[in-house]
């Protein structure tokens, strides 16, 4: 089993920053990466980007590219996700995830593993 716990969350304006983290445990080396989804109120949950522990290959989804990085740590088995310039409509609930799988999914069906989610909220 692998756990995965996010944090950074919380209220920021309109073009402020926040950085997520989410530390996984357990049996890490059974995954591949780790992806970050959201989902706001009445919506689908969806894809904002993923990243790979071996090689680092990163992908986004086109809604935040230029604004968000993803990284990792191996060491401390953390993957972060920088966001900048934060909008209105990027508030949502922030997960991330593990992917047992070498494929860079962006699909959260993917996934095998799920951490309880963070809130962000971005004010006007």
């Known amino acids: 089993q692998v756990q ?3 944090s950074g969350g919380g209220l920021v304006q309109a073009g402020g920053s926040l950085r997520l983290s989410c530390a ?14 959201r989902q706001a109120p009445g919506k689908e949950r969806e894809f904002v ?3 790979s522990w071996s090689s680092g290959n990163t992908h986004y989804a086109d ?8 990284s990792r740590d191996n060491a401390k088995n953390t993957v972060y996700l920088q966001m900048n310039s934060l909008k209105p409509e990027d508030t949502a609930v922030y997960y991330c ?3 047992s799988s070498p494929l860079m999914s962006t699909s959260s069906g993917r996934y095998d593993y799920w951490g309880q989610g963070t ?3 971005v004010s006007s």
Do not use: M, N, P
């Open 119 to 121: 809130q962000v909220t």
């Open 97 to 99: 995830a593990a992917d």
């Open 49 to 51: 980007a993923r990243i």
């Open 4 to 6: 995965l716990v996010e």
């Open 63 to 70: 809604s935040v590219k230029g604004r968000f990085t993803i």
């Open 24 to 37: 996984a445990s357990g049996r890490t080396f059974t995954t591949y990466g780790v992806g970050w989804f």
